[in-house]
């Protein structure tokens, strides 16, 4: 079966520290991988997805920057991270069919400090 | 107007009370949707896929209504555990970009 692992959970950072988050999915290959966050009591947006290695859209215009190194693995990346980036991160992989679900990792929650 | 919508609720029913909630999509291609269930502080999980002629999964029962670009989640006998966010999710047909829009979704609180 397929699983998807995010790390960390929690992370708390300082103003301007950089971030690494990532995410690896077992179980499956080619799949669509995604970056969302989730402001408190807000709703989901899309920040990256993923269709192969190397590529990467941005759905919006920000100061973080994802990766796709290997097949099953997704990078949430920033060089300098701002107030305003504290939310819940989360990766999500969906088979690349026309119809089919997203599946969401665990999430990590970034509070910048 | 959202290509998603939803009323935010909250919708504070008893328990085993039944509760719909209704979800509009503006995409007239759109074609999948899904209701997803999140829990305060945890990821989205997957409910359940909407069909075309209506599905039914124990107490939950989709509906989609294409005329009116609408779907629908009926809660039937209401748990405590049922609380928690709906999101409504609609599938615009692309296999690779952002298919998937979410709407922001129903929050739901089961009250004993």
């Known amino acids: 079966s397929q699983t998807i692992h995010q790390w960390p959970a929690t992370l708390v950072q300082p103003v301007g520290s950089p971030l690494s988050l990532e995410c690896t999915v077992e179980?499956?290959?080619?799949?669509?991988l995604y970056w969302y966050r989730q402001a408190a009591g807000r709703g989901l947006q899309l920040l990256f997805y993923?269709?192969?290695?190397?590529?990467i859209s941005s759905e919006v215009p920000q100061n973080l920057s994802a990766s796709r190194p290997q097949d099953r693995q997704f990078i949430l990346s920033s060089k300098k991270l701002l107030l305003s980036d504290s939310g819940f991160y989360l990766c999500?992989?969906?088979?690349?069919?026309?119809?089919?679900?997203?599946?969401f990792g665990n999430g990590t929650r970034l509070t910048v400090t | 107007r959202k290509e998603v919508e939803q009323d935010p609720g909250p919708f504070n029913v008893p328990e085993g009370a039944t509760v719909a909630f209704n979800c509009t999509y503006s995409?007239?291609?759109?074609?999948?949707f899904f209701w997803y269930r999140q829990d305060c502080r945890k990821e989205p999980k997957l409910l359940m896929s909407?069909?075309?002629s209506g599905n039914e999964d124990g107490r939950f029962t989709a509906q989609l209504n294409r005329a009116s670009q609408y779907i629908s989640l009926l809660i039937r006998d209401s748990k405590l555990s049922d609380s928690a966010t709906y999101l409504c999710?609609?599938?615009?047909?692309?296999?690779?970009?952002?298919?998937?829009?979410f709407g922001s979704g129903t929050r739901l609180q089961v009250q004993p």
């Open positions: 993923s269709v192969g290695i190397g590529q």
């Open positions: 999500a992989w969906r088979v690349r069919t026309a119809n089919s679900p997203l599946h």
């Open positions: 995409n007239s291609a759109s074609q999948s």
């Open positions: 909407v069909y075309s």
């Open positions: 179980g499956t290959s080619n799949p669509n």
């Open positions: 999710v609609v599938n615009g047909g692309d296999t690779g970009r952002r298919a998937l829009t």
